[in-house]
Antibody
Framework: QVQLVQSGAEVKKPGASVKVSCKAS????????INWVRQATGQGLEWMGW????????GYAQKFQGRVTMTRNTSISTAYMELSSLRSEDTAVYYC???????????WGQGTLVTVSS | QSALTQPRSVSGSPGQSVTISCTGT?????????VSWYQQHPGKAPKLMIY???KRPSGVPDRFSGSKSGNTASLTISGLQAEDEADYYC?????????FGGGTKLTVL
């Protein structure tokens, strides 16, 4: 079945960077864009950006421009999201999700908790 | 890139129907037929319930339906069941980005 499996929880200090992975299985990895969405505790969903695994092209939400980088390794069907210059407000669960088409996200990864604390 | 507007909470009794609204602008909801809805239970990842305004993925009960009028999209859940209690988020394509609603907590009384 189509599945996205993300890397485990991370604890980082302010100013550091974090890199979250998202391994795809059950479909051709290069055929669908991967999007990243985050959710702070008790808050709503916030879209961060997309990446085309075939071309490597990306598009980022204005809020994260300059701090986020989305990449991939097609040989292992894995997408990555790296967020730099972390601050406490970046503490959240980060999700990857496959874009079926028309920015329709299905399925989603299980989520990765990133905690930013000194 | 402002969030779409959803009611913070709605409620209904088992068997009843509820509708959750999602209001945006002509740059997002009103400009494209690319509105989707996600259900999220506590501690779980979101699940796609409706896409392209009114299409239902396989496996989603036909009790869930979507519609749109102008800049407002709606999710209707008929024949409410206990397991429908969850948070619901709308989402819209907005040209170069994607915007989510703030989320609505559905309580089944």
């Amino acid at each position: 079945q189509v599945q996205l499996v993300q890397s485990g929880a991370e604890v980082k200090k302010p100013g550091a960077s974090v890199k979250v992975s998202c391994k795809a299985s059950g479909y051709t990895f290069t055929s669908y864009d991967i999007n990243w969405v985050r959710q702070a505790t008790g808050q709503g969903l916030e879209w961060m950006g997309w990446m085309n695994p075939n071309s490597g092209n990306t598009g980022y939400a204005q809020k994260f421009q300059g701090r986020v980088t989305m990449t991939r390794n097609t040989s292992i069907s894995t997408a990555y999201m790296e967020l730099s210059s972390l601050r406490s407000e970046d503490t959240a669960v980060y999700y990857c999700a496959r874009d079926q088409d028309t920015m329709t996200f299905d399925p989603w990864g299980q989520g990765t908790l990133v905690t930013v604390s000194s | 890139q402002s969030a779409l507007t959803q009611p913070r909470s709605v409620s209904g009794s088992p068997g009843q129907s509820v509708t959750i609204s999602c209001t945006g602008t002509s740059s997002d909801v009103g400009g494209y037929n690319y509105v989707s809805w996600y259900q999220q239970h506590p501690g779980k990842a979101p699940k796609l319930m409706i896409y392209d305004v009114s299409k239902r993925p396989s496996g989603v009960p036909d009790r869930f339906s979507g519609s749109k009028s102008g800049n407002t999209a709606s999710l209707t859940i008929s024949g409410l069941q206990a397991e429908d209690e969850a948070d619901y988020y709308c989402c819209s394509y907005a040209g170069s980005w994607v915007v989510f609603g703030g989320g609505t907590k559905l309580t089944v009384l």
